[in-house]
């Protein structure tokens, strides 16, 4: 079965830090953009951060810029998501997602399944 598996979700308090990843199973997304988005309670599904295959270009939305980074590791087909200064307001369910070309799509060809990131006051 071809999935996207993220880890790294959990409890923060406000301030802290947590570093999501994503690997690939079942079949390979190396050559793939691939990205993050998260989804609040009552809220759409919305555009974090994304890195081209190769790693040389990278984009966020305005509310993470100066905090998240992305990167990706090619030979373990996985990438990353670092998250820094987080904020209540970033509380979510953050999906990987990889898709075939640049840049990612609001709906790329493969999702994982989610992780919950929580950031408490």
């Known amino acids: 079965q071809v999935q996207l598996v993220e880890s790294g979700g959990g409890l923060v308090q406000a301030g802290g830090s947590l570093r999501l990843s994503c690997a690939a199973s079942?079949?390979?997304?190396?050559?793939?953009?691939k990205g993050w988005f998260r989804q609040a309670p009552g809220k759409e599904r919305e555009f974090v951060a994304a890195i081209s295959w190769t790693g040389d270009i990278t984009d966020f939305s305005d509310s993470v810029k100066g905090r998240f980074t992305i990167s990706r590791d090619n030979a373990r087909d996985t990438v990353y998501l670092q998250m820094n200064s987080l904020k209540v307001e970033d509380t979510a369910v953050y999906y990987c997602a990889a898709h075939p070309f640049w840049p990612i799509p609001k709906r790329p060809g493969y999702w994982g399944q989610g992780t919950q990131v929580t950031v408490s006051s």
């Open positions: 079942g079949r390979t997304f190396m050559s793939y953009a």
